[in-house]
């Protein structure tokens, strides 16, 4: 029983502590990049270059006041950042960080090997994070972490589509559900056959939704400080908002690891991680290569933070509903034609490339046509008296 | 009067085209700009540690200068105090125990903590006893012990005098027809008895 038991307790404490460790070293990287980005120093005070900040805010977390406000639903309260943790920790359960095999007897470097449905099971957790959203603006019983909280669902069900629909093309191709199956495809096959490369639209679409599921920059309305406060964390102190902000870390964490499955290619790297590359330590390389991969993705995402503003709420719901959904479905349809007929995968590629490209014509077009249509400019008003 | 219609320039949204439209390359111009940022050296300035170059007109702490036997300059005419907008000086004079001018403050207090730092007391001084140092970060326990008196700014004169940013300003142009002259004359823009070029 015990020895059954062991090697699964061992993985999640590692996952866990990796997890919460890579969280606290994110915020502290997180605000030291930002400040190179703007020109400024970031952090410096606490311990070597700021080393210790993020331990220094996690103490500040825990000894500051932990006000839960009257008004409010203290059940619910409560839950709403325990949720936010627990559905993003839970997501892990299926993600590969490492090689796995076939083989039962060997070292799996992910909690639950051979989920079938390792996909389904990622969505389905990872909408359930909304939950925590919504629980936590709806309990706070203040206008503006409800109005928070309704946006953050909107967004969340209007990206959940382009998100899905943009992996089913990669499901198709793979005919496997399965994360494992999913690298293990792309790492048989080669470089050229990274998600990424035969399926290039997919992996924006599923990037750009993936941020928005997030309620990352540039798709943070939630909680945009301008006309919201705070958004559903405005009523939060102490631990109780640290857990939030954890919940939302931790995304971003699942986020890069699931586009580095799907896409490029998890821990396969031409040359160094091959499938058949048995050199000493290989293991060690492959869950490297999946961290670089990984940590990359996450500076990406930084990088973006910084650089486009936030999308004003009509611009996000029609980015999703006008533009992502029916893109993720042509190239769906796409993906679809390649599979029955046995076409070449470079065509998957073209294809998703003229779609892009057309979607842009269109989109250019209706905005040439918005610009020519006759303005009627406003009459002067009078100043005063004349 | 409304705004005439021919002064009015309406500004168009520009044309989008195909690659604007993209949006793509749009934003990896974006990202381009923001690595770039990443590289370039921070403005910060660690304050403690280092500390700003000022402006040599920069308008910090009072201080009331010394002549060169090291009696106070001050002649207790009442032309700051006067021109002052938020009459934080006070001044008692009296008879000067000297041969050389009529009176002399026998109590110069300036409250710190009302002044606005705006330097026309140093523009109105005939004799240039008054001047504003390169101080800036001052600080105190009481509202009392912000109120500095005549020694505590004689005092003021004595710490920045030599310390290079706060050199006695009359050693720099003529400030008034009262004030010394101590700019050589080599050094001078103009000569001292015409008026500034731009005023001939």
Known sequence: MIETVLPWLVKIAIVMGTVLTACAFLIYVERK???YMQDRMGPNRVGPFGLLQSLADGLKFILKEDVIPRHCDRFLFLLAPALAVLTTMLAFAVVPF??????????????????????????????????????GGWSSNNKYSMLG???????????EIPLATSVLGVVLLTSSLNLEDIIHFQADNGFWYWNVWTQPLAALIFMTSALAEANRMPFDLPE???????GYHTEYSAMKFAMFFLGEYTHVITISFLVSVLFLGGWHFPWIAEPASNYSAAWAVKVGVLAAKVAMLIIFIMLIRWTIPRFRFDQLMGLAWKGLVPLSFFNLVLVLFVKQFNWPLWIVTVGSLLLLIGAAALNGMLVQRRLRAPVIHPATPALGPS | MPI??????????????????????????GLVTTIRH??????????????????????????????????????????????????????????????????????FDIDELRCIYCGMCEEACP??????TSIFDLTGLTRKEMIFDKDKLLSVYDETVD?????????RGVLGPASENLVPPERLAWPIDELPPSEQ
């Not at chain 2, 921070?42 to 201080?63: D, I, K, S």
């Not at chain 2, 004799?127 to 504003?132: F, N, S």
């Not at chain 2, 310390?163 to 050693?171: E, H, I, L, M, S």
């Open chain 1, 33 to 35: 990049l930002s400040a």
């Open chain 1, 98 to 135: 490492g090689p796995t095999s076939e083989n039962p007897d060997e070292w799996q470097f992910v909690i639950a090997p051979n989920i079938d449905i390792g996909i389904v099971f990622v969505f389905a957790v990872g909408s359930l994070a909304v939950y925590s959203i919504i629980l």
């Open chain 1, 149 to 159: 909280a309704l946006r953050a669902s909107a967004q969340v069900i209007s990206y």
């Open chain 1, 224 to 230: 945009c400080e301008q006309e919201l406060i705070g």
């Open chain 2, 4 to 29: 005439d219609q021919k002064d009015i320039t309406w500004v168009e949204q520009p044309n989008i085209g195909l690659w604007e439209s993209m949006y793509l390359p749009a934003i990896a111009q």
């Open chain 2, 38 to 107: 990443v590289f370039q050296k921070p403005v910060t300035e660690q304050y403690p540690e280092e500390r700003p170059q000022l402006p040599l007109n920069y308008r910090g702490v009072h201080r009331l200068n010394r002549d060169e036997q090291g009696r106070v300059k001050c002649v207790a005419c009442m032309l700051c105090a006067t021109a002052c907008p938020a009459h934080c000086i006070d001044i008692i004079g009296a008879d000067a125990p000297w041969e050389d001018r009529d009176k002399y403050p026998t109590k």
């Open chain 2, 127 to 132: 004799v240039d006893a008054i001047e504003l």
């Open chain 2, 163 to 171: 310390d290079g940013k706060d050199p006695a300003r009359t050693t």
